[in-house]
């Protein structure tokens, strides 16, 4: 059931259970893992306690987890529970066949209901605010690198009456913070993100980002999990929909109906990347050509 309450020890939801993996529906405000001794509930420790049997005292969390959800972000968690199940989603997540959506509140009415984001993101250098990304231009952005998020409205509504739209976000790539960072930069910045608010939206019970899917194209048995919504007035009353445009299952068969096409546009995005990184190598041997002509100049005509 989803629920508004806080994160426990007990509260694990599992979504799916095979003698390879375990999908879990994280819930949100919490950390995968953590070995500072004052932090003591976690996904590793909900595990420790609901699967004691499962844990590998091999691995420095005891778990195996595929991939990572932000410490406010909830939803579909994959964790391998061999070596050989974490070796075959590794390479699927590092050759970026991995298909993940996002659910997510956002501010503001979004009229542009299909669209590609394609802001490039860095590290943000900027005093106290080094923990958070940026887009490219913008103060103190270091190392931008190309990013792309596709983005679906689902539906229009008021949250705490005010306008918000539901949409669905699909990320095709992974930089840190990528959903959090587009939004923002579109002028729709995600339901209670506290830290892109710059601490302004503080007063959602959580912040509005879900991992509604999750499909890793593994061999012979594809791993297909959903993690339902939480964003429906039943859960949280204080959301309240008034127009929808298209169904949230529409939207996720759409969605991996093109997911082979999506994956070429992966592929140019990592082809763009080296040939940027060829081009910034060229123009560092051009300058060194030319600092290196003008001390031989300098030097002939002493």
């Known amino acids: 059931m989803m629920t508004t309450e806080p994160a426990s020890v007990e509260n694990l939801r599992v979504l799916h259970h095979s003698e390879d993996f375990i999908v879990l529906d994280k819930h949100w405000d919490i950390r995968i893992d953590s070995k500072m001794w004052y932090e003591k509930l976690t996904v590793q420790a909900q595990l420790q306690h609901h699967f004691p049997d499962l844990a590998d005292p091999s691995t420095y969390?005891?778990?195996r987890f595929c991939h990572q959800l932000d410490f406010s972000t909830s939803g579909a968690l994959c964790v391998a529970l061999n070596k050989a199940a974490a070796g075959q989603a590794y390479r699927c997540f590092k050759d970026r066949t991995v298909t993940k959506a996002y659910l997510s509140?956002?501010?503001g009415t979004v009229e542009e209901t299909t669209q590609s984001i394609h802001f490039?993101?860095?590290?943000?250098?900027?005093e106290g605010k080094k923990h958070m990304m940026c887009i490219e231009g913008s103060e103190g952005c270091e190392n931008p690198k190309l990013s792309q998020t596709e983005l679906t409205v689902l539906e229009y509504g008021l949250y705490d009456g005010d306008p918000v739209t539901k949409v669905l976000l699909q990320p095709l790539t992974g930089r840190t913070h990528q959903l959090r960072v587009h939004c923002s930069a579109i002028g729709h910045p995600i339901v209670g993100d506290?830290?892109?608010s710059l601490g302004t939206d503080n007063s959602p019970y959580r912040m509005m980002l879900h991992a509604h899917l999750l499909h890793i194209p593994l061999e012979p048995d594809p791993l297909l999990v959903t993690a339902g919504d939480p964003f429906v007035a039943t859960v949280d009353p204080k959301w309240l929909?008034?127009?929808s445009l298209r169904t949230?299952?529409?939207?996720?068969?759409a969605l991996l109906e093109k997911t082979g096409k999506q994956n070429n546009g992966v592929a140019e995005i990592e082809e763009k990347e080296m040939k940027l990184k060829e081009d910034e190598r060229t123009e560092e041997s051009e300058e060194q050509r030319?600092?290196?002509r003008q001390w031989?100049?300098?030097w002939a005509g002493d």
């Open 241 to 243: 929909p008034q127009r």
């Open 105 to 107: 509140l956002v501010r």
């Open 120 to 126: 490039s993101i860095g590290k943000n250098c900027t």
């Open 296 to 298: 031989l100049s300098e």
């Open 290 to 292: 030319r600092i290196c």
């Open 61 to 63: 969390y005891g778990f």
């Open 248 to 253: 949230l299952t529409a939207a996720v068969e």
């Open 194 to 196: 506290f830290t892109y």
